[in-house]
């Protein structure tokens, strides 16, 4: 009986398009495993998944130093969000928002969306209730939260939240009959060097489905 490599030079000589089919199988899927080896994931306990890839920095000026367009002054609309830390000012609004989990349990939810002046960057919040929301609710604290400012472009995220230091959630206002949620957030966040920074006057009006 040949052996495999007698048969694979049998091949070679008479189907050279069998050289093609081994690169197809055994040399692509590597640098396909590569290219995804990049991606880092956001996962809520059945929140949509974000897929962030890392290629090139954004400038500052839609990262660290807050953006211009976002003014403090301004009345917070639905679907909006809004913090201020260093001298920056911050905001945007949501591309998703809702509860996570059974309808009949309400006690997580969690909003998302790009900031004012980059699409690439934003905001992600997931808040955990110390009680069903299945009524109206008011001046609420939330038993925790995790808060993330991404950078689809960066290795890191901007800013994010560790257990280890305080991020309090109050919940302003919850109207039950149109699933509208008004609060307040602060508190100490990470950046990607280690060094913290300390988010104030954050604030968010959103619709969860």
Known sequence: MASFGNLAVGLFMQRPRFIYLLLLVFVLPVFWLQDTGCAKDYSFEGANTL???DTVQLPPSATVEGCA???PANTLQLGDWRFKTGNGNFCGGTDNAGFIGSYNVNRTFTFFGPSACS???GIVMT???PVSFNEDKYNVIASGAAFYYYDHFGVQDIYISQPAK?????IQQYIHSTQVVTG???GTVFKPNGDTAYIREGRFK???H
């Open 166 to 170: 305080p991020f309090s959630v109050l």
């Open 184 to 186: 307040t957030f602060e």
């Open 51 to 53: 897929h962030l890839f």
């Open 119 to 121: 699409i690439d960057t």
């Open 127 to 129: 808040v955990y209730l």
């Open 206 to 208: 959103v619709k969860l």
């Open 69 to 71: 367009l976002c003014n």
